[in-house]
C-alpha cells in the first residue's frame, strides 16, 4: 500500500487567549518543520497578539479575524480549500464541534472529552482522548500523531526576538526609568473572563510583595500593565507600592517578550505574560487558584508555582467536567490566602537556580 499523502493545507484556529496560543506554538512549529510538511499552514487568530508567536514559525500564515465565533468561521471559509482542520487543546465548546462540521475541512482533527454533549460528541471529527495530568503542550502535540508525525513532547514554546523587539524594549524601559538597572517583571493582572477575579490577587499583597523583593534584591521592580487591566498598577501604587516603575503594554507582543528576556524573573499571575516570559528565557513565578498548574503553567516553571493548599483546587471545570468556562467556587476566593512569603520563597528559589546555572 503506498504512503499516505502529506496534506497540502492545515488551518489551525486560536480563540482562546494569548497563553493557549504559546502553549500551541510547539505543535505548529513540528507541523511545519517535520518531515512531509504540508504546502500550507494557516493559523487563524482572533486577535494579532494570539498570531504572533506563530508569524516566527517560517512558512506559516496568519489571518487575523477579531473576536466572535462567528467570525473565526468566515475566516477559517475564506482561506481556500483545507485539507485538514487542527483543532487544539481545549476545544469541548459546542463551537468547535460547529465549526467542525461547517469548516469545509477534508478532515478534523480535535480531542474528546468525558464532558462533550453527546448530540455534537466524538462522532464529529477524527479524535484524539484528552488526557487528564498531562500539560496543555503535550495535549496539542499528541494531535500531531493522527498526521503520521511523531511529536518531540519536551519541546517547550518558543518566541525568538528580533533587534527590533530587543530596541523597541528597550524604549519602553527607558521611558518608564528603568533602563539601566536589573528589575523584576511583575504582573498583577490578567484578561476579563470568568476566571479573571479568581486570578487577580489582592493589590495590597503585590504593594507588599514589590516592596520585599525591592528590600532583598536590591533589584527595580517594573509593573506590567496591559489593555485588560488598566487601572490595576494605580491601585498597587496607592496601596504602598510607591518605588515600583510603571509599564503600560500597548504595543505588539513582541514587545513584551523584549522587555520580559531584559527582566531577571516574572512574578505574577497565571497570564499569556507568564507563557511569553518563559518562552524566552525567564523564570517565571506564578500564582494559581482556581486553574491547574499542571496544565497550564508555564511551560517548565511548575516547580515556582504558588498555590493555596486547598483540596477543592483546581475548580475550574472547563473542559473535563462541563463544555464551556465555569468555575465551581464563589467568593471570597482562595487567591487570597496565598502570602507574600510563600510567593516569596518562590522568587528566592528562581534566583538560586538562575545564579546555580550560570
Not at 494579532?48 to 475566516?75: D, H, L, N, Q, Y
Not at 465549526?99 to 454533549?117: C, D, E, I, N, T
Not at 476579563?192 to 487577580?200: F, G, H, P, Q, S
Not at 532583598?216 to 489593555?227: C, F, H, K, M, N
Request: aromatic fraction near 6%; include cysteine; charge should be positive.
Amino acid at each position: 500500500m503506498p504512503a499516505p499523502t502529506a496534506p497540502r493545507h492545515i488551518v489551525i484556529p486560536l480563540v482562546a487567549g494569548i497563553g493557549n496560543a504559546m502553549m500551541a506554538e510547539p505543535m505548529v512549529r513540528q507541523l511545519r518543520t517535520g518531515l512531509d510538511r504540508p504546502d500550507r499552514v494557516t493559523v487563524v487568530a482572533s486577535i494579532s497578539a494570539m498570531g504572533e508567536p506563530m508569524r516566527r514559525i517560517r512558512g506559516v500564515e496568519v489571518v487575523v479575524c477579531g473576536k466572535g465565533a462567528w467570525k473565526t468561521f468566515a475566516a477559517i471559509r475564506s482561506v481556500g480549500a483545507i485539507d485538514v482542520l487542527l483543532v487544539p487543546f481545549p476545544s469541548n465548546r459546542w463551537q468547535y464541534n460547529v465549526l467542525a462540521m461547517r469548516s469545509g475541512a477534508k478532515r478534523v482533527v480535535m480531542h474528546a472529552y468525558p464532558s462533550a454533549r453527546a448530540w455534537l460528541s466524538s462522532r464529529v471529527g477524527d479524535r484524539v482522548e484528552a488526557t487528564r495530568g498531562i500539560h496543555d503542550v503535550n495535549q496539542n502535540l499528541r494531535l500531531l500523531e493522527k498526521l503520521g508525525i511523531a511529536p518531540g513532547l519536551d519541546d517547550a514554546p518558543r518566541f525568538p526576538l528580533d533587534k527590533d523587539d530587543r530596541h523597541r524594549a528597550e524604549g519602553l524601559l527607558r521611558d518608564a526609568g528603568a533602563a539601566d538597572r536589573p528589575f523584576v517583571a511583575v504582573h498583577a493582572g490578567s484578561a476579563r473572563t470568568i476566571l479573571a477575579a479568581a486570578k487577580r490577587w489582592p493589590v495590597e499583597k503585590y504593594a507588599m510583595l514589590i516592596g520585599t523583593i525591592r528590600d532583598e534584591t536590591g533589584w527595580d521592580v517594573v509593573l506590567l500593565e496591559g489593555p485588560d487591566e488598566r487601572g490595576v498598577a494605580e491601585e498597587i501604587l496607592r496601596a504602598g507600592a510607591a518605588s515600583a516603575k510603571v509599564l503600560r503594554l500597548g504595543g505588539p507582543l513582541g514587545d513584551a517578550a523584549g522587555l520580559l528576556a531584559r527582566a531577571k524573573l516574572y512574578v505574577g499571575t497565571d497570564s499569556g505574560l507568564a507563557h511569553v516570559a518563559a518562552a524566552v528565557g525567564t523564570r517565571a513565578v506564578t500564582l494559581f487558584a482556581p486553574a491547574d498548574p499542571d496544565r497550564v503553567a508555564p511551560f517548565g516553571n511548575r516547580d515556582l508555582v504558588v498555590k493555596p493548599a486547598k483540596s477543592c483546587s483546581p475548580c475550574f471545570l472547563y473542559p473535563w467536567e462541563a463544555t464551556k468556562p465555569k468555575m465551581r467556587c464563589r467568593p471570597p476566593y482562595c487567591v487570597a490566602e496565598i502570602t507574600v512569603e510563600m510567593v516569596m520563597e518562590k522568587v528566592r528559589a528562581a534566583i538560586a537556580t538562575a545564579e546555580h546555572t550560570r
